[in-house]
């Protein structure tokens, strides 16, 4: 296939799927009381833009890029966009079968198959936005998608809560992204990327609306990739969101923010020895608070949720050290961090998902998952205690699963800039990591050496549906452990197109 | 002392800024948050508007300016969705009573 056609396809495909899959639904909630038709278009769209992704990757990775020019807009796949676009859609596709069973019969069924694939789609979209504006644009459309889908529940006032606080956060950050692009097209009069980042190529330091755009860029996207002082909307919109949506969230949106302010923060590369050093700061930042918040919860999806903002923390090191000093491992092991945080974090919210499903949502209960509900839940569901103990240690770093692979890399990276203040960050994330364990493993503990709680004694089965892409995933992150150079092929291209883009020229060392 | 335009549109997108923001952390009813938002955005339109101006390509800061006031009409139809939502499950539109998840 025609590289640029299969981009059209890739982009196209997602966006027209969703409203055939609403009004299918739809007509066919309105003949019979059911929407099975949403649900299995969502899965064969998803699994059908799978092929244009795979043409489009191929020439990626060929060629460095694939461009389509649509009237005065160009978009344009790179590395980065890739690994973007493939963690989404493999992610997409998972999260629509788990979806199945769980969302069966709720009401609205058809529409959060409907906004799940669209917002597949204006992710996959972001990773291809060429100019600033763009950016804006498909990031917006991704949080408008995602707003209703945190409030999907619209009649528990806990969604209800979360929808509110995320679409005020997001909305105001929305606007300082706007200020941002504001004040870079007032000064430079262009913004596709690549002829912002040659107009305001020059002496340091960077005149003041350009510093001042790129600080907005940072407390902008920042919101969506929760930066800490910027995250407290984040514990509440993934722990009330449906579970899918909650492993779509952690796995693949606040991801996806990171990756719209490396590709706004790379048109102003000159900077980047600041932007470097700020992104190791948040990333200091978002370990510690991350874990520490996450050892005080009680509600399971609450605590993975803190997790997701610590183990941001950690890409964030990843990139800081790529960004600030150029090396391009560091950036390898963020994207590697990227992808196995979205398989770690998905598994660990569908596994939780399924026995909440199991223990309260079949029951026609609302209530959240407690970790104490999780006691001896081995006993009766011990292959979905096994996903969710992997999915729990891997996130934890304990080799040799996927996790640890990744944090690896991105310490290796940190050892590599040779400076000190950088070496102590690494070890305080070092530290970190281990903290974690102290959250992960009294879970762990409790599923398999407590009596059965009450909830677990009284619970249903998981079915199949629900099982299968749990399977999938645990058996990537034990692949990816033992084989983290599968995924090389695609991580080393975006990690060196990135550190070109913020003017280093690190290559690439071997292990 | 002369006041030019461009001068006049950034005390414009200045003060709107202000008073969005301000709005936005003064307030404790759901509605009047949305209203902030607006304003606080409609600042940010007219900086892209002034932007474009100053930049010598003022057709594409007005682009700019209609694709956001598209955008930001679907995002205030959405919160106001959720402010109605909110008004039947929790009886109010006071923004305190939204906090009910624990920290």
Known sequence: ?511 | MSLSLPLLAAVGVLGLLGTGLLGLLVTRNLIKAVVGLQILVKGAMLALVLAGRLAGQIQIGQSMALTVIVADTIVSVVALALAVQVRRQFGTLDLQALSTLRR
């Open chain 1, 1 to 511: 296939m025609n590289p640029t056609l299969a981009l059209t396809w890739l982009l196209l495909l997602p966006l027209l799927a969703s409203p055939v899959i609403y009004l299918a639904g739809r007509a066919s909630f309105r003949l019979g009381k059911s929407a099975a038709p949403a649900r299995w278009l969502a899965a064969v769209a998803l699994a059908a833009t799978l092929v244009p992704l795979y043409y489009t990757g191929e020439a990626v990775l060929r060629a460095g890029s694939v461009s389509l020019q649509v009237g005065a807009i160009s978009l344009r796949m790179d590395g980065v966009g890739l690994i973007l676009a493939g963690t989404v859609l493999a992610l997409t596709f998972l999260v629509s079968i788990f979806s199945m069973p769980y969302m069966r019969r709720e009401e609205g069924e058809e529409k959060h198959y409907a906004l799940l694939v669209s917002m597949a789609g204006t992710m996959v979209g972001l990773g291809c936005a060429n100019d600033l504006f763009n950016l804006w644009v498909w990031f917006e459309a991704m949080a408008v998608t995602s707003f209703l889908l945190v409030a999907f529940y619209r009649e528990q006032r806990g969604a209800l809560e979360a929808g509110v606080k995320y679409l005020v956060q997001s909305a105001v950050g929305s606007a300082f992204v706007l200020i941002g692009i504001a004040l870079v097209f007032a000064r430079t009069g262009t913004l596709e990327l690549s002829q912002v980042a040659a107009a305001v190529a020059g002496p340091l330091p960077l005149p003041l609306p350009l510093a001042a755009a790129g600080a907005l860029f940072l407390i902008g996207f920042g919101v969506k990739a929760a930066l800490v002082p910027l995250h407290t909307w984040l514990p509440d919109a993934h722990s009330q969101a449906p579970s899918g949506i909650s492993a779509m969230l952690s796995g693949v949106v606040i991801e996806a923010g990171l990756v719209a302010m490396l590709r706004a923060l790379g048109c102003l590369a000159p900077m980047s020895a600041s932007w470097g050093a700020m992104l190791l700061a948040f990333g200091a930042l978002n370990m510690v608070v991350g874990n520490l918040m996450a050892l005080r919860q009680t509600q399971v999806k609450r605590m993975f949720a803190y997790s997701s903002v610590s183990h941001l923390g950690y890409m964030l090191i990843g990139f800081g050290v790529a960004v600030g000093y150029g090396i391009a491992n560091g950036a390898a092991g963020g994207f590697f961090h990227l992808l196995n945080h979205a398989l770690m974090k998905g598994l660990a919210f569908m596994a939780a998902g399924a026995l909440l499903y199991a223990l309260h949502i079949s029951r026609g209960s609302h209530d959240p998952l407690m970790i104490d509900d999780l006691n001896g839940a081995a006993g009766k569901y011990p292959l979905t205690a096994l996903a969710l103990t992997i999915a729990v240690l891997a996130l934890g770093g304990l080799p040799p699963l996927s996790g640890f692979m990744s944090k690896w890399q991105i310490f290796v990276a940190g050892f590599e800039t040779r400076s000190a203040a950088v070496e102590i960050l690494v070890i305080f994330a070092a530290i970190n990591s281990v903290l974690s364990l102290a959250y992960y493993a009294p879970l762990v503990n409790r599923m398999y050496r407590h009596e059965p709680s009450a909830a677990v004694a009284a619970g249903r089965s998981v079915s199949v549906l629900m099982g299968a892409p749990l399977a999938v995933m645990t058996i990537l992150v034990i692949v990816l452990g033992f084989w983290p150079g599968l995924v090389d092929a695609i991580t080393h291209p975006a990690a060196v197109h990135l550190v070109s883009i913020f003017g280093g020229v690190g290559a690439l060392a071997r292990f």
